[in-house]
């Protein structure tokens, strides 16, 4: 089955600085991949996604980067501020057989102030 | 139109005892998938319902059994609880199976604790 690796686990930034989170994937089947924003006490919640035959995509000061051959992607926040604060999460979705979400193991971000 | 909503929000348990937590989809959803998150771990898929048929499931015990209804609400059924079973359970609805053409909303989850 899919195995999707994320990193850093945790990670502190600056408030202004980028944040740069990274996973893999293992399953060339894998077509779409989520990521996901969970606030403390709270529900996670889709941020950004992408699908396979995209390389880039962005909205605002997230930005999500693609690449298949060596199957990873990474997030990428610009301009950080506190309330970006959170544990985040990677997903990649097989479309082979097992046709399932699998995440990664989050990164903790914290923004300094 | 409301989120998705599970029940109870919290839940305290002792080994040996069985537990069995109820999710409600967002309307028109069919699809519902049900993880388990413990500290370091992440998400771990549970399994996945679409119209009433398990879909899909994640790689643990026949302890954790599951059903979905007519009108798409859920429930998920742990039996013979142990101590490693407490954890935040989730569910997420989304329109289609698997989450790949619809995102997955996310209840609040039910905190479980087995003691």
């Known amino acids: 089955g899919e195995n999707v690796e994320q990193h850093p686990s945790t990670l502190s930034v600056q408030e202004g600085d980028s944040a740069v989170i990274k996973c893999t994937y293992s399953?060339?089947?894998?077509?779409?991949f989520p990521w996901y924003k969970q606030e403390l006490g709270k529900r996670p919640q889709l941020i950004i996604d992408i699908r396979s035959n995209v390389g880039e995509k962005k909205d605002q000061r997230i930005a999500v980067t693609l690449n298949k051959t060596a199957k990873h992607f990474s997030l990428h926040i610009t301009e950080t501020q506190p309330e970006d604060s959170a544990v985040y999460f990677c997903a990649a979705f097989s479309s082979g057989s097992a046709r399932q979400l699998t995440f990664g193991s989050g990164t903790q971000l914290t923004v300094l102030p | 139109k409301a989120g998705v909503t599970q029940t109870p929000r919290y839940l305290i348990k002792t080994r040996g005892q069985q537990v069995t937590l109820s999710c409600s989809p967002i309307?028109?959803?069919?699809?519902v998938s049900w993880y388990q998150q413990t500290p370091g771990q992440g998400l771990q898929f549970l399994f996945e319902?679409?119209?009433?048929?398990?879909?899909n499931k994640g790689n643990f015990p026949g302890r954790f059994s599951g059903r979905q209804f007519s009108n798409s609400r859920s429930e998920m059924n742990v039996s013979t609880l142990e101590l490693g079973d407490s954890a935040l359970y989730l569910c997420?609805?989304?329109?289609?199976?698997?989450?790949?053409?619809?995102?997955?909303?996310f209840g609040n989850g039910t905190r479980l604790t087995v003691t």
């Open positions: 399953d060339s089947a894998s077509n779409y």
């Open positions: 997420a609805s989304s329109l289609e199976q698997g989450g790949s053409n619809s995102p997955l909303h």
């Open positions: 319902y679409f119209s009433e048929t398990q879909r």
């Open positions: 309307s028109g959803h069919r699809s």
